[in-house]
C-alpha cells in the first residue's frame, strides 16, 4: 500500500484503467441527483419507458449512489470504444447494432473493471465499492456526463467532442474520495441530424428526450410482444438495435475503430444474405451469437424482427 496525494491517487487510477483498456475516464462526487431525479420522475409519468417496468423500480438508488454502496464518496466513470468499420456485407440484409458484432460487452467490460479494483486494492489497500456495466440502476449517462466524459446529446446518447459516441458507459462507485471533473459544455448546436433521421420520431420536439415506445432498439430488443403495426415500413431494416442517431450525429467523424478482439464480429455473421437471414434456424442462431448481447431477443424474438421487416 503507497501514501500519495488525492491528486496522484487520481491519475494513477485513470491511467491504469487507459491501461486495461478504456478509452476514457472522469470521477465525480457522489451525492444525490436533484434535477436529473426531476427529469426521470417526469419522464416515468409520462410513460417513455414503455414496457420497460424495471426502470420504476429503486428509484432511490438510481438518484444517490450512497444507495447502492454504503459510504459512497465518488464514482469513477468509464467509456469503453466499440467503433467500428466493418459491416454486413449483404446490403439488403437485416441490420444488427455494432454494439452487438462481437462478445457480450457486460461480460468484457466487467472482466475490466475486476482487474482495476484488483488494481487498487493491491495499491491503496481494501476499500468498499461496486462496479456496475448496465447491471443497475444508476444513471449511467448522467454520472459519465458529470465526471466531465461528455454531454447528453439531442438523442440522449453521451457525446464526446475527440470521440464521438459510439462506446459503452461503465461504473465503479467508491468509499474513497478523488480529484473530480469537470463537466464540459453542450456541443449539439442548432444541429438536428438525429431528430430528422430517426425513421419513428423517437426523439422529441428539439431533442434531449426520447419516447422509448418509439425507438427501434427498444422495439427489436426490450419489447417482448408483438410489434405494433404502426411501425410497419418504417425500420430501416434493423432487426436488433439501431444505430442511427449515432452514424448521422458529426461528432462520430472523430471515432477510431476499436481494438478489442472480443468484439471483432464472425466474418460467417457479416456475411450472412438477406435470404440466410430469412431462414434463419435456432442451431444457426445458437452458432452466430453464442455469448453474444443478441442472446438477449433470444432466437424467437430476432425470428419476430426479421419476419416483421419482410
Known amino acids: 500500500m503507497i501514501k500519495m496525494t488525492l491528486s496522484d491517487k487520481t491519475n494513477w487510477i485513470k491511467e491504469k484503467a ?13 451525492d444525490f441527483l436533484a434535477q436529473e431525479a426531476d ?8 410513460k417513455y419507458h ?21 459510504n459512497a464518496k465518488s464514482v469513477i466513470c468509464f467509456t469503453y470504444n466499440y467503433y467500428t468499420e466493418q459491416k454486413q456485407l449483404d446490403p439488403t440484409a437485416p441490420k444488427i447494432s455494432s454494439y452487438a458484432f462481437g462478445r ?44 466531465g466524459l461528455g454531454w ?13 459516441s459510439f462506446f459503452f458507459l461503465a461504473e465503479m462507485i467508491v468509499d474513497f474520495e478523488l480529484d473530480y471533473d469537470e463537466e464540459i459544455s453542450d456541443y449539439c448546436g442548432t444541429c438536428t441530424k438525429c431528430i430528422d433521421a430517426c425513421p419513428t420520431d423517437a426523439i422529441l420536439g428539439d431533442g434531449f428526450v426520447l419516447d422509448s415506445k418509439r425507438c427501434i432498439s427498444y422495439l427489436t430488443i426490450e419489447l417482448k410482444e408483438a410489434l405494433p403495426k404502426s411501425f410497419k415500413g418504417k425500420m430501416d431494416n434493423w432487426m436488433y438495435g439501431c ?30 444474405t438477406k435470404a440466410d437471414w430469412e431462414n434463419l434456424s435456432q442451431e ?3 452458432e452466430l451469437f453464442f455469448g453474444s448481447a443478441v442472446k438477449r431477443t433470444a432466437f424467437k424474438g430476432l425470428k419476430r424482427n426479421i419476419d416483421f421487416l419482410e
Open 18 to 30: 487507459l491501461e486495461l483498456g478504456f478509452l476514457s475516464v472522469g470521477a465525480s462526487k457522489a
Open 104 to 147: 457480450d460487452y457486460h461480460k468484457v467490460i466487467k472482466q475490466k473493471l475486476k482487474l482495476l479494483s484488483q488494481a487498487i486494492t493491491e495499491m491503496f489497500g481494501n476499500f468498499e465499492g461496486r462496479y456496475f456495466v448496465d447491471s443497475a440502476p444508476v444513471l449511467e449517462r448522467d454520472w459519465a456526463k458529470k465526471s
Open 39 to 46: 427529469r426521470l420522475k417526469e419522464w416515468l409519468g409520462l
Open 284 to 286: 444457426k442462431f445458437d
Open 152 to 164: 447528453i446529446g439531442k438523442n440522449t446518447l453521451l457525446i464526446n467532442p475527440k470521440k464521438g
Open 243 to 272: 444505430d442511427i442517431c449515432q452514424d448521422v450525429c458529426p461528432w462520430n467523424r472523430f471515432s477510431k475503430p476499436h481494438n478489442e478482439s472480443d468484439f471483432e464480429p464472425k466474418n460467417e455473421l457479416l456475411e450472412m
Open 50 to 70: 414503455g414496457k420497460m417496468a424495471y426502470m420504476e423500480n429503486h428509484f432511490d438508488k438510481r438518484v444517490d449512489p450512497r444507495k447502492l454502496v454504503e
